[in-house]
């Protein structure tokens, strides 16, 4: 697995990731949302620069330019719901793509502990294709991991991109010793060195789907 970190490099992202951690900048869900958002076209423009592309023939009013297009259209897959946000600014770049949506949540015990749950999957053939998977928290790396072998149900994929925002360090460890796939590239805008017992992200920034879109229930 090739890991590839965006953030700490003096780069617009890095003003983001400060907006999406900012105690009062949260209170905004809608800034939430575009920065959220902003990020995911951020992901989508590095990851391109890794897919295939082929000079065509584009007629101008002038004349004929060659110009290098796209090959192949990747497919979009996000585990609902916090991923609808960063989902909708990867579709904004690659606006042709096919998507997949994994429904995945936290089941707990009595004791307080959880274990990650695989509920539902629409998706179209994955295989042969370029998928990239998105999640803006990479935190214990369980969700990214069932997300990652959902994906197979559709087919093989020829490479996939894994996506997140913030994860800790246990979880990208997690991540590499789970996946060990040559095909594989994780991207990730920052590394925090802690988890709570709860699995949240040290200083991390929260519960990135409550923010975006409301509290919730969980489940019990």
Same mark, same amino acid.
Request: charged letters at 25%; glycine letters at 6%; one cysteine or more.
């Given at each position: ?5 965006l ?13 999406i ?40 009013p002038l ?9 192949n259209?990747p ?7 916090a ?6 600014g ?5 606006d ?15 004791s ?6 695989? /509920?539902?999957m629409?998706?179209p ?16 790396g369980?969700?990214?991991e ?18 997140a ?16 796939a040559?095909?594989?590239t994780?991207?990730l805008?920052?590394v925090?060195?802690?988890m709570t ?17 409301? /509290?919730k229930?969980?489940?019990?």
């Amino acid at each position: 697995m090739n890991i590839k970190t965006l953030g700490n490099n003096h780069s617009i992202l890095d003003q983001y990731l400060a907006e999406i951690r900012d105690i009062n900048i949260q209170t905004d869900p809608l800034r939430f949302r575009d920065n959220l958002n902003r990020i995911g076209e951020l992901f989508a423009y590095e990851i391109s620069k890794e897919m295939e592309f082929e000079v065509q023939d584009v007629q101008t009013p002038l004349g004929v330019a060659k110009v290098p297009k796209l090959k192949n259209q990747p497919v979009l897959a996000t585990i609902l719901r916090a991923g609808l946000a960063m989902h909708n600014g990867l579709l904004r770049v690659f606006d042709r793509a096919e998507n997949c949506f994994i429904s995945a949540f936290r089941k707990y015990t009595e004791s307080g502990k959880f274990e990650i749950e695989f /509920e539902y999957m629409a998706s179209p053939s994955l295989n042969n294709k370029v998928v990239i998977l998105s999640d803006p928290m990479l935190a214990s790396g369980k969700s990214m991991e069932i997300g990652y072998e959902a994906l197979f149900s559709k087919g093989k994929p020829a490479h996939i991109h894994l996506v997140a925002i913030i994860a800790s360090e246990e979880g990208v460890n997690y991540v590499k010793e789970k996946i060990k796939a040559d095909n594989v590239t994780l991207w990730l805008g920052a590394v925090d060195p802690e988890m709570t017992p709860k699995s949240y992200i040290v200083p991390g920034l929260g519960d990135a789907g409550d923010l975006a879109f409301g /509290e919730k229930i969980d489940s019990k």
